[in-house]
């Protein structure tokens, strides 16, 4: 079945198109900047945020989240999950940071 043009409405689904397309790396919030595995640590100038995907629950209004797609500047492709709202668990800092990344293209 040819989902490219199927509306993606879970994140499983998003992350899961992610993977597909070799984009699977999460920039993981640690310590005042992104590490992406590798060694990697990366400061909001480093990256842009090329495309987000929101999610709010029918069911349960606390059920909200946002997938970044995030690019940094020697290519590498991933993603940041931020889960807001009553269920967030974000580490200190966090939103600052991100907020300071350069947005490219807004998404969903």
Sequence with gaps: MDTSNTPMTTITEVL???R???QDIEFQYENGAFHAGKGKDYQPEDLKII???RFEGDSNPADMSIIYLIEA???L????I???GADSDQ???YDDFIRRIEV???GD
């Excluded at 492709?77 to 940041?80: A, K, Q, V």
């Design 51 to 53: 495309r987000t995907y």
């Design 82 to 84: 931020d889960v807001y």
């Design 91 to 93: 580490a200190e800092g």
């Design 73 to 75: 500047n020697d290519g």
């Design 104 to 106: 490219v293209r807004e």
């Design 77 to 80: 492709i991933g993603y940041s």
């Design 16 to 18: 899961e198109h992610l």
């Design 20 to 22: 597909k397309r070799n």
